[in-house]
């Protein structure tokens, strides 16, 4: 055998034994026993706590499922909205588990699937504030949780009526909070959200007023962009879990009604 010869049949085994030592984040889950799911516990009926502090919600018996159709333990890492992702970057979670949605912009930082949830967006007002409508928050002092899907568009279309103000919230419950202090006037969420908290009685003094005219919210679990092994059997369990009728079973228990389309005309299968 040649020096060229040797030099590369020592790459090509190098590069070998190289691929077979590396294990993908889906390897990792699997041998560690452990599935460290990022979810948001003041997002009720997504998560939250029970009486006995112990997380409860779609969110929680979703990442609950996924650790199980792994085999592994479900640790719930309890995330507030803006440190969903941080959380992922910083490796204190494996997966994303947290009403995530699956935006462009978010797609350059992390890898995020199909979609296994869909959200209609809700106006929520205070009694007092006279809003009755969408069209009523105009010129009014609003606000949304930081970094949330209707944060976003709420605040762009403060600016595009070019009155009123707009205000950020570090979580849902500070929302509503305010709201029910009027410290705002109105806020957009889910309308899983607005329910859930009107009916809570932790709030007074607040009604769901209508809808707001925002495209439907679908949302995404998320990890590292770079796993795609870890993508691809992410994307397989939410299709299983449609198919197998469980995703209807979690909507039913903690929404209730029929769980909405997951797909896109023409687009998603």
């Known amino acids: 055998m040649n020096k060229v010869s ?4 020592g790459l090509m085994a190098a590069t070998a034994l190289g691929g077979a030592a590396h294990a993908d984040k889906l390897d990792d889950i ?3 026993g452990t599935l460290r799911c990022a979810v948001v516990l003041d997002f009720p009926p997504m998560g939250s706590r029970d009486a006995d502090n112990q997380p409860v919600g779609f969110d929680v018996d979703y990442c609950n499922d996924l650790a199980k159709a792994l085999g592994v333990t479900a640790e719930i890492v309890e995330t507030p909205f803006p440190e969903r992702i941080p959380a992922l970057m910083s490796g204190r979670v494996d997966v994303g588990v947290a009403s995530t949605s699956d935006t462009l912009e978010r797609a350059k930082t992390v890898g995020m699937t199909i979609p296994y949830f869909a959200f209609e967006m809700a106006v929520t007002a205070n009694d007092k504030s006279g ?25 762009e279309q403060v600016k595009a009526w070019g009155e009123g103000e707009f205000r950020p919230y570090q979580t849902q419950a500070d929302v509503f909070l305010a709201l029910s202090q009027g410290q705002i006037d109105a806020t957009v969420s889910t309308s899983t959200v607005a329910q859930a908290n009107v009916k809570s009685g932790n709030f007074t003094g607040l009604s769901v007023v209508g809808k707001a005219p925002f495209d439907t919210d679908y949302v995404a679990l998320f990890t590292n962009r770079e796993e795609y092994g870890l993508i691809n059997y992410l994307n397989l ?33």
């Open 30 to 32: 699997i041998g560690s």
């Open 237 to 269: 369990f939410i299709n299983q879990q449609v198919r197998t009728g469980r995703y209807a079973e979690l909507y039913e228990k903690w929404v209730g009604g029929e769980a909405p389309d997951l797909t896109v005309g023409g687009v998603y299968r």
């Open 131 to 155: 809003v009755k409508s969408f069209e009523d928050m105009k010129g009014k002092v609003v606000g949304a949780t930081a970094g949330t899907y209707e944060a976003i568009a709420l605040e």
């Open 6 to 9: 040797v030099l590369v049949f």
